[in-house]
C-alpha cells in the first residue's frame, strides 16, 4: 500500500545550521511523483518541488536541495544555513499514476523551527 | 495571476447543521481537489475533478459528504448534518493535469463544529 512516512515529528535548529527532513515512501508504481510541500504560520500550502520516478538527479534551488534515492524509497529535503523564516511545517508527499488521479497522499509533516 | 481562492475562511455551525464551503481554482486548471487538515487525521484526500469526468469521490468519508463543480471551475464541498468530528480545515487545490503537474492550495476554510 502507498505510504509516505516523515519519522521527525519536531526539529529545532539555531539559525545558520543546516537541517535535514527525511522522507521515506512506499509504492507497488514504477511512475510515481514526489513533492515537497511548506506550511507556514500563515497556514497556506505552499509548493517547493516535485520530482518524477525516473529522475534521481538531486536538485538545489538557493538553500533548499532534494536528494532523491529510489534504492532506499527517500526523498529528503536539506535547508542549508537556515533563516526564521524557514520555520514552518514541511510535508513530503507521493502521486501515483495508476490512481489516475494524481491524488497527493501526505506524510504526516515535520514542525521545523529555526531559532535565532 | 491569481491562486487558488476558498471562502468563508472560517465558518462556525452547530451540530446537525448543513454547511457548504467554496473553492475557486487556478483559472485554466482543469483538475480540482479537495483535501482535509485535522490533527489527528493529518493531511487527506476527500475529492477529485477533472474536467468533465465523473469525479473521484473515494476520500469522501461518508455519504454526509458531497461536492459538485460547476462548468469545469468553481467548486462546492457540502456537508450535510455536521457532527464534530468535521472540525478541521478543508483544503481545495488545482493544477494544469492529474496526476503529473503540481498542485496548488488554496488558503483553506476552517470548519468548528460546536
Known amino acids: 500500500a502507498q505510504k509516505v512516512t516523515q519519522a521527525q515529528t519536531e526539529i529545532s535548529v539555531v539559525e545558520k545550521e543546516d537541517v535535514t527532513l527525511d522522507c521515506v515512501y512506499e509504492?507497488?508504481?514504477?511512475?510515481?511523483?514526489l513533492f515537497w510541500y511548506k506550511q507556514p504560520p500563515s497556514g497556506e500550502l505552499v509548493f517547493l518541488i516535485r520530482r518524477n520516478s525516473f529522475d534521481e538527479q538531486n536538485e538545489i534551488s538557493g538553500r533548499y536541495s532534494w536528494n532523491f534515492q529510489k534504492s532506499t524509497s527517500s526523498f529528503n529535503f536539506t535547508i542549508t544555513a537556515s533563516q526564521v523564516v524557514d520555520s514552518a511545517v514541511y510535508f513530503c508527499a507521493l502521486s501515483e499514476v495508476s490512481s489516475n488521479t494524481g491524488k497527493l497522499i501526505f506524510g504526516q509533516g515535520t514542525t521545523l523551527q529555526v531559532k535565532p | 495571476g491569481a491562486g487558488v481562492s476558498q471562502s468563508p475562511s472560517n465558518k462556525v455551525t452547530e451540530k446537525g447543521k448543513d454547511v457548504e464551503l467554496r473553492c475557486d481554482p487556478i483559472?485554466?486548471?482543469?483538475?480540482l481537489y479537495w483535501y482535509r487538515q485535522s490533527l489527528g487525521q493529518g493531511l487527506e484526500f476527500l475529492i477529485y475533478f477533472q474536467g468533465n469526468s465523473a469525479p473521484d469521490k473515494s476520500g469522501l468519508p461518508s455519504d454526509r459528504f458531497s461536492a459538485e463543480r460547476t462548468g469545469g471551475s468553481v467548486s462546492t464541498l457540502t456537508i450535510q448534518r455536521t457532527q464534530q468530528e468535521d472540525s478541521a480545515v478543508y483544503l481545495c487545490?488545482?493544477?494544469?493535469?492529474?496526476?503529473?503537474?503540481?498542485?496548488?492550495f488554496g488558503p483553506g476554510t476552517r470548519l468548528t463544529v460546536t
Open positions: 487545490a488545482s493544477s494544469l493535469q492529474s496526476p503529473s503537474y503540481e498542485q496548488y
Open positions: 509504492t507497488r508504481d514504477t511512475t510515481y511523483y
Open positions: 483559472s485554466g486548471h482543469t483538475a
